[in-house]
């Protein structure tokens, strides 16, 4: 079936550092591919989303390209604030499906 | 445009008690969802109504979880009798629809549930 590996974190950053959490996925056919971000105390957001190879989805400062030869997903960002501390989930949405199949989150702590 | 809204926040129940959650999606969503986040992972889908109708329960654990989408708007998840492994935070969510294209689904904060 579906499914979304992406790195474990915490992943620790200083206030500007450049930020990759990368992202792989295995799913038949052709899906589509997401990067929601929660908040603490939040709901899941959408923060981006590419539906075909070689898209790059992009929000807020965030990119993601999705490499179809690789199967990755990886988001990145050139300057994190710490307004991005939060958990990020890469997820895709099998063709020809709406349902998501989500990674396990990985956790972004910046600090000042 | 209000959001996705759900009751309660947070719950505590001793295991084999009886609990429902509460989910009242954006208004004109046909959609909704209710996933299961187990802390430390990412959601996984329960359940999918599209109006009133299931289109996915594959992953509801029936013995003892059910849903329902009264009139095709507010729906209630409800676990009886609860597990110590149900621990986990419900979320809901809706679309415009969803069948067989995807439209961004929006979340509501979800419920935190803590079985003793």
């Known amino acids: 079936g579906d499914s979304v590996t992406q790195m474990e974190g915490p992943v620790t950053l200083s206030e500007e550092a450049f930020l990759t959490i990368n992202c792989t996925y295995t799913?038949?056919?052709?899906?589509?591919l997401f990067w929601y971000v929660q908040y603490p105390g939040e709901g899941l957001q959408l923060l981006l989303k590419?539906?075909?190879?070689?898209d790059k989805g992009s929000n807020k400062g965030f990119e993601a390209t999705y490499r179809k030869e690789t199967t990755s997903f990886h988001l990145e960002k050139g300057s994190v604030q710490v307004s991005d501390s939060a958990v990020y989930f890469c997820?895709?949405?099998?063709?020809?499906?709406?349902?998501?199949?989500f990674g396990k989150g990985t956790m972004l702590l910046v600090s000042p | 445009e209000a959001g996705v809204a759900q009751s309660p926040r947070y719950k505590i129940i001793e295991k084999r008690q009886s609990v429902a959650f509460w989910c009242n999606p954006i208004?004109?969503?046909?959609?909704l969802y209710w996933y299961q986040q187990i802390l430390g992972q990412g959601p996984k889908l329960l359940i999918q109504?599209?109006?009133?109708?299931?289109?996915?329960d594959s992953q509801l654990p029936k013995d003892r979880f059910s849903a329902e989408r009264l009139k095709g708007v507010d729906s209630t998840l409800k676990i009886q009798p609860a597990k110590l492994e149900d621990s986990a935070v419900y979320l809901c969510?809706?679309?415009?629809?969803?069948?067989?294209?995807?439209?961004?689904?929006?979340f509501g904060p979800g419920t935190r549930l803590t079985v003793t």
């Open positions: 590419a539906t075909k190879a070689d």
């Open positions: 109504f599209q109006n009133n109708g299931v289109v996915d």
């Open positions: 799913a038949t056919g052709y899906p589509s």
């Open positions: 969510a809706s679309s415009l629809r969803g069948r067989d294209t995807f439209y961004e689904q929006y």
């Open positions: 997820a895709l949405s099998g063709a020809g499906y709406s349902t998501l199949t």
């Open positions: 208004s004109g969503h046909a959609t």
